[in-house]
């Protein structure tokens, strides 16, 4: 079992910033995938950014540029570094950890909300 652990979310005006954690526990590959995930009231939950193991990022378009993804290995945490914030980025945003091997398993965090709102 992994268990995923986020902070950091919050309110924020237009343009500013904020960074989340995430803190994974548990049982986790040496073959892993840490990735953000929100979910806006009313939408489907999509991907913000993921990165691998091996340091390999992927971004939504609608991030790329104001978003960095990173990740610590030896103290099992993943960031999101997240600038220019804009109102439609106000949503519930959730750490995914997927472990692979012969067979991947997901597991995601509880969510942390972040508002941006003047």
């Known amino acids: 079992q992994v268990q995923l652990v986020e902070s950091g979310g919050g309110l924020v005006q237009p343009g500013g910033h904020l960074r989340l954690s995430c803190v994974a526990s548990?049982?986790?590959?040496?073959?892993?995938?840490m990735g953000w995930y929100r979910q806006a009231p009313g939408k489907q939950r999509e991907l913000v950014a993921s990165?691998?193991?091996?340091?390999?990022?992927n971004y939504a378009d609608s991030v790329k540029g104001r978003v960095t993804i990173s990740r610590d290995n030896a103290k099992k945490t993943v960031y999101l570094q997240m600038n220019s914030l804009k109102p439609e980025d106000t949503a519930v945003y959730y750490c995914?950890?997927?472990?692979?091997?012969?067979?991947?398993?997901?597991?995601w965090g509880q969510g942390t909300q972040v508002t941006v709102s003047s």
């Open positions: 548990g049982s986790i590959f040496s073959n892993n995938v």
């Open positions: 990165i691998s193991s091996g340091g390999s990022t």
């Open positions: 995914k950890l997927t472990n692979r091997g012969l067979r991947s398993y997901d597991y």
